[in-house]
Nanobody, 117 residues
């Protein structure tokens, strides 16, 4: 079983920036992580893909965040990041990370991002 640990959520004003990170709890024992992704779930809505990055670094984004969010990964640390700029109130949600380890997907516990003045 792989436990993913997320960090970096919080409260930010519209137009502001936040960075999220996600890594396996015992990353040193994991030799290979495949695709990684960030999802988000707003109240009353289904969980939706925000950004995805393959093992070789190919990325894709939801249309609503293109040009504002950047997903990256550090394979040496098995860590994934999400840089969020020009945040809008509609970005408010619980953000979840997902990683494929050994051909199985694992979820983080979620971190709250609130964009409000």
């Amino acid at each position: 079983q792989v436990q993913l640990v997320e960090s970096g959520g919080g409260l930010v004003q519209p137009g502001g920036s936040l960075s999220l990170s996600c890594a396996p709890h015992e990353s040193e024992s994991i030799f290979s992580v495949g695709a990684m992704a960030w999802y988000r779930q707003a109240p009353g809505q289904q969980r939706a893909l925000v950004a995805h990055i393959t093992a070789v670094g190919t990325t894709n984004y939801a249309d609503s965040v293109k040009g504002r969010f950047t997903i990256t990964r550090d394979n040496a640390k098995n860590t994934m990041y999400l840089e969020m700029n020009s945040l809008k109130p509609e970005d408010t949600a619980v953000y979840y990370c997902n990683m494929v380890v050994g051909f199985q997907g694992y979820w983080g516990q979620g971190t709250q991002v609130t964009v409000s003045s």
